[in-house]
Every structure is written in C-alpha cells, then in structure tokens.
C-alpha cells in the first residue's frame, strides 16, 4: 500500500481516529479510579495504549495490506494526537504526557504489529470481529481488579554529590539556610520544562536537632522539614512532610504530587566529606516513596526526577560557596 498517495490517506487516518476515539472514552471513563481502575494502572498505562494501537493497524488492514513498518509507526499517530487531546482539555499535565509517552508508543506499536500479524493469518471475519472484541474490553476487565495483585508500596534512595573547593564551614553555612534562589542561579534542566517547580529558598527555625526549615519552591509548594541530624560541618538530616494538600493542581496533578497517593519525599540528608587539597564532597541523599500498580517504571521517573532537582541545587551551593570563600 502506498502510504503517499492522497486515496489511502483517508483509510489511514480513519484507523488512527478510531483508536484515537477509544483512548479517549477510556481515558474519560478511568477519570474516578472507582470506575475501571483509574489511570495510575497498569490497565491503562500499558493496556490502553496497545488497545489503540491494535485499533488502528486493524481498521486498515481489513481494508487493505499496507506495510510491516506502517504497523509500527502509524498507531504513534493515534497515541501521539490522544496526547494532545489530552493537553488541551488539561485531563493531564506536562509531566503525566511526558511520563506516559515512552511506554505508551512502545505498547501501541506492540498491539499494531500484533493487529498486523493476526489479520494477515486469520482470515474469517467473524474471527478477527472475536479477537477485536476480546482485545477491545481487556483494560476494562483488569483494570478493577489489578490493585490488589499489584499495588506496592516502595521506598529508595537517591544520592548526588558535587566537589566543593571551599572550607566546611562555608559550606556548612549554604546548606544550612538556602537564601533566595535568583533564577539565573538555576542551571537549565529537563525536568523543569516538563513542568516540575524550581525550588527557590530554605528557611530554619533555630541550629539544632528539632529546628524547622521550610524549603519552598516554585507554584505554590512547601516542604516541612524537621531536623534530626545536626552534626556541624559533617551532617544535616531532616524528615520531610510535603504539603500536598496545599500545592495547586496547575502546578501538580494528583497523579505525581508530591505527598499525593502515588509519590512522596521522606527524608533528606547532607553529608560533608573532607578531601585532600582543601576540597568538599557534597552528598545529597533523598529517600523517596512510590505507590503504584507499576512501582518499577515510577520509580525509574521519580529517581531521575529527584537526581535532576538534587543536581541543580549541589550546583546552587557550590557557586555561592566557591563565591564566599
């Protein structure tokens, strides 16, 4: 088939429209978790996406053949402009799209080529009609189901560090309170422009274990930390309580706020290590939780994420301390 000429163009898009009008419903259907399960499932983080992929290539190929690489790239067309659709009528934010992008083409070009294959092996209708049938109402049956058998709850680590060429008690004196972040103190970052806040300042209460900071960042959002490690130049340990009730949802969704149902940040830790020639080894440990039916792909986001953010304030520290010395 070739996909160039104006005649088969309609055929195409007519298959990724209806896979594109499947996404949809779902996704509209899955909008109260009591319904089908909700969308942090894995239902519909990886069914729905095949679903329309499987969609798409079948709606073609039972009008005409086209080619194997066609099977692959055309159900990113009906995932792609359901991530758009997605966007404009704010069902879900930057960071959710750009989370959900990566699988959600792997799994519809999956379904697309499995479309493919069956179509071109199967040849009664009333078959392919079965198989489509069956193919169709998969997310929705497991859906419900799936969060007893695969709900997690999971907490990890994640560690950065910087070298410092500046004494521990400056270094100590940065870390301790965050004066106001001026933004052209930021360096870029991806996980800025997918939408995650800048931070911008860290108060505290009073030097000491019980000592309150207050780490703000941008949109709206608060974390309450409580110190509970205070060795002076060595270490800074803190338990943290994320305001989630507080952050708007124009700044985060409910499906990656942080100390929402699915993500929360627990603990934070800075650790001095002194090094030859007058240098500082900064360490900073977070420890995060995830919960969801798909905690391996969660927390591959949430530990990028949370290494992009640690990155980007190490680098903060480090210009002003280099700058104070």
Not at 75 to 87: E, I, Q, S
Not at 136 to 156: A, D, N, S
Not at 252 to 261: K, Q, S
């Amino acid at each position: 088939m070739d996909v160039t000429s104006s005649a088969n163009r309609p055929l195409l898009i007519s298959g990724a429209v209806v896979g594109l009008v499947y996404g949809l419903v779902v996704r509209l259907g899955m909008a109260s978790k009591h319904n089908w399960g909700g969308v942090m499932t894995a239902a519909f983080l990886f069914g729905v996406p095949f679903v329309m992929g499987f969609l798409t290539i079948f709606v073609v190929e039972r009008k005409r053949q086209i080619s194997i690489p066609m099977w692959i790239l055309l159900p990113w067309l009906t995932v792609l402009a359901g991530a758009v659709g997605t966007a404009v009528t704010f069902l879900e934010g930057t960071i959710c799209i750009v989370m959900f992008l990566p699988v959600g083409l792997v799994c519809a070009s999956t379904g697309g080529m499995i479309a493919g294959v069956i179509m071109r092996l199967v040849k009664s209708r009333m078959h392919n009609g079965a198989i489509m049938g069956c193919v169709l109402f998969l997310p929705l049956f497991i859906g419900p189901f799936e969060r007893g058998v695969l709900l997690r709850t999971e907490v990890h680590e994640t560690q950065t560090t910087i070298d410092i060429h500046a004494p521990a008690e400056v270094v100590w004196r940065n870390i301790e309170r965050v004066p106001k972040i001026a933004p052209e103190e930021l360096p870029p970052s991806w996980s800025r422009r997918i939408g995650f806040p800048n931070p911008e300042e860290a108060t505290l209460s009073y030097e000491g274990v019980g000592g309150v900071r207050h780490a703000t960042f941008s949109g709206g959002v608060l974390f309450i930390e409580n110190i509970d490690v205070w060795e002076p130049q060595k270490r800074l340990g803190f338990s943290i309580h994320a305001q989630g009730d507080q952050i708007p949802a124009t700044t985060l969704d409910e499906h990656v706020r942080v100390g929402g149902e699915y993500f929360d940040v627990l603990r934070g830790e800075y650790k001095l290590e002194s090094l030859p020639g007058g240098v500082i080894r900064l360490h900073l440990l977070s420890q995060q939780k995830v919960s969801t039916d798909f905690n391996w792909y969660a927390r591959a986001w949430s530990d990028a994420i949370m290494r992009d953010l640690q990155n980007r304030i190490l680098l903060v520290i480090q210009r002003r301390a280099e700058a104070r010395r």
